[in-house]
């Protein structure tokens, strides 16, 4: 397995997790200020952890491996993340058109943002496991 591909791995790993644990913890009762202030908070939590563990892991794997790490990108590191990235935008724009359609009907900032928050995790979540699958097919 190529450096690259255990990062998205890991990357892969820790985005679900970590926003699994805001999914489970976000008080989805509250609306308005409330809401965003504990959005606030929590995004906070997940960022800061997100940073720290995967730096940590990145670091880890680099010492583990230090030509691979540092090793250039390759023709096929740029296509594989090509497609990977369109696939992704695809699920990005229709998941941010539905939490904008959302927002107009309930008029609630705090659940647009979370919508577009999803949209954003799930558009990332897709390219990198295109990006994997891409890389395991031996593209």
Known sequence: MVFREKIDWLTMTVIALAFGWYAIVFPWGLRGVPALAAQGGLLLVVLVAMSLVLTVAAIL??????????AAADERDREITRKATTRA?????????????????????AAV?????????????????SQLHLYRRGY
């Not at 680099?62 to 790490?69: E, K, S, V, W």
């Not at 935008?89 to 609630?108: E, P, R």
């Open 61 to 70: 794997l680099a010492l583990h491996r230090p030509r691979d790490a540092n």
């Open 89 to 109: 935008y695809y699920v990005l724009i229709i998941g941010a058109s539905c939490c904008f359609a959302l927002g107009y009907w309930i008029g609630d900032v």
């Open 113 to 129: 943002l979370n919508g577009l928050l999803g949209s954003i995790v799930a558009a990332e979540l897709v390219r990198l496991a």
